[in-house]
């Protein structure tokens, strides 16, 4: 089946430009990650969604970052404002959101270069 | 907080030989799970390996396989008989089983290369 999607693969914007970063996970999977991929950097997490709770907003950098998740699938991470420092690679993943063990599934990201 | 270290950021290995890559992690928890994401170059993380902490035999899958020392909170992997296709970005991960579903921790990454 489809795995995690996301788009566009690349994005060049300006310095001070909003940008909207789309994710469509695994099809009946509750639970979707945002992560943040710096140059020369691990994966550092951002934000979680899991079925109709409240997201788990405590990885967001800054209050221009911002994320929703519509109908329980597709999720947008939005960043307002964009900074040079925001450069980097947003991989998003989908899981059944049932099991701490369970394996995540990535997104092959969305590359940002904010100019 | 947990931690995860990757202490080499690049190794290299002649194709059809051994390599290990190095982990090791913090946590004052018992009952989490490591894992092992590769990312070659298309950008899309892959698992390799998962290891439950509460499991003492090592888990293996194929050419991969994980030495986890508990007590010393280590958890590397070694790929045997290392092919072309194995280089990539190979990421140590590690998530609590306590708290429900939470976010991986990921280390920074050692990059493989394999030569032919």
């Known amino acids: 089946g489809a795995g995690v999607s996301q788009s566009p693969s690349n994005k060049v914007t300006e310095k001070g430009k909003d940008v909207e970063l789309r994710c469509d996970p695994i099809s009946g999977h509750t639970a979707l990650y945002w992560y943040r991929q710096s140059l020369g950097q691990g994966l550092e997490f951002l934000i979680y969604?899991?079925?109709?709770?409240?997201?788990?907003k405590s990885g967001l950098p800054s209050d221009r970052f911002s994320a929703e998740r519509t109908g329980g699938s597709v999720s947008t991470l939005t960043i307002q404002r964009t900074q040079q420092e925001d450069s980097a690679v947003y991989l998003c993943a989908s899981s059944w959101g049932l099991l701490a063990g369970e394996t995540q599934y990535f997104g092959p990201g969305t590359r940002l270069l904010v100019l | 907080a947990q931690t995860v270290t990757q202490s080499q950021p690049e190794m290299s290995v002649q194709e059809a030989e051994t390599v290990t890559l190095s982990c090791t992690y913090d946590t004052s928890e018992s009952d989490y799970y490591l894992f092992w994401y590769k990312q070659p170059p298309s950008r899309q993380m892959i698992l390799v390996i998962r290891q439950e902490a509460y499991k003492q035999q090592n888990a293996t899958e194929n050419r991969f396989s994980v030495n986890f020392q508990k007590a010393a909170k280590s958890f590397s992997l070694k790929i045997s008989d290392s092919q072309l296709g194995d280089a990539a970005m190979y990421f140590c991960?590690?998530?609590?089983?306590?708290?429900?579903?939470?976010?991986?921790?990921f280390g920074k990454g050692t990059r493989l290369s394999v030569i032919a």
């Open positions: 991960a590690y998530r609590s089983a306590n708290s429900g579903n939470t976010p991986l921790v």
């Open positions: 969604f899991q079925g109709n709770s409240a997201p788990d």
